[in-house]
T-cell receptor, first 113, second 118 residues
C-alpha cells in the first residue's frame, strides 16, 4: 500500500471542529482512503473510508482533494472521547496487499475541556 | 453483537518461556489478522488468515512466532522462547468476508493482549 503522511499531533478544544490532514501523493487510482482511530488502551476502530467523493457518517466526514493526493478527516464537534490516535491508511485493490492494513505513526489528537 | 475478544488481557512471562495468545473473532467473519504494537508505535502486521486459503505469514518477525486458526473460528498466536523485544500489545482483527469492492473492507479489532517479557 502507498505511504501516507500525517502530523504527529494536533490539539483542539471541546465542542470545536477538528480537521485532521493526511497527504498521500503516491496514491493509485484504485486505492481507497481509510481512517481508523485508537483510543487509549484499546484496539483501533474504523472511522470512515472513501475513494473520490466526500463521505459523511455518524462519526465524521471525509473530504478528499480533487487530485486525491490529500484528504482531511473532519470531526464536527470534538468531545473529550475523541482524544485518540488517528490513522490515515490507503487500501489497495488487491494483490499481495489485499487484507492487511499498513499503519503509520498517526496523529495524536488532544482535546481540551 | 459480540465483538472480537482476546485472552488473556495481560500476560507477564519470563524470558525463554513460550506463550500462547487467543483470539475469538466475530462470528461469521472469514478473515482474521494478527498485529503487534510496541509501546508508542503504530501497528505491525504479523499474519492473515482467509478461509481455507494458505495464510499470509509475511509479517512474522522470526520462526519463534507461529499462528493457527481452526476453520473460521478461534486463532492462537504462539511465541516460543520469548525475548524481551517481544514485549508489546498483540492485536487481533477480523473482517466479514473477502470479496466486495477491493479496498472497502473494514477490520474490527479486539482489545489486545499486553505481553511483558521480563
Amino acid at each position: 500500500d502507498a505511504k501516507t503522511t500525517q502530523p504527529n499531533s494536533m490539539e483542539s478544544n471541546e465542542e470545536e471542529p477538528v480537521h485532521l490532514p493526511c497527504n498521500h501523493s503516491t496514491i493509485s487510482g484504485t486505492d481507497y482512503i481509510h481512517w481508523y482511530r485508537q483510543l487509549p488502551s484499546q484496539g483501533p476502530e474504523y472511522v470512515i473510508h472513501g475513494l473520490t467523493s466526500n463521505v459523511n457518517n455518524r462519526m465524521a466526514s471525509l473530504a478528499i482533494a480533487e487530485d486525491r493526493k490529500s484528504s482531511t478527516l473532519i470531526l464536527h464537534r470534538a468531545t473529550l472521547r475523541d482524544a485518540a490516535v488517528y490513522y490515515c491508511i490507503l487500501r489497495g485493490a488487491g494483490g499481495t496487499s489485499y487484507g492487511k492494513l499498513t499503519f503509520g505513526q498517526g496523529t495524536i489528537l488532544t482535546v481540551h475541556p | 453483537g459480540a465483538g472480537v475478544s482476546q485472552s488473556p488481557s495481560n500476560k507477564v512471562t519470563e524470558k525463554g518461556k513460550d506463550v500462547e495468545l487467543r483470539c475469538d473473532p466475530i462470528s461469521g467473519h472469514t478473515a482474521l489478522y494478527w498485529y503487534r504494537q510496541r509501546l508508542g508505535q503504530g501497528l505491525e502486521f504479523l499474519i492473515y488468515f482467509q478461509g481455507n486459503s494458505a495464510p499470509d505469514k509475511s509479517g512474522l518477525p522470526s520462526d519463534r512466532f507461529s499462528a493457527e486458526r481452526t476453520g473460521e473460528s478461534v486463532s492462537t498466536l504462539t511465541i516460543q522462547r520469548t525475548q524481551q523485544e517481544d514485549s508489546a500489545v498483540y492485536l487481533c482483527a477480523s473482517r466479514r468476508q473477502a470479496g466486495g469492492p477491493p479496498g472497502t473492507d473494514t477490520q474490527y479489532f479486539g482489545p489486545g493482549t499486553r505481553l511483558t517479557v521480563l
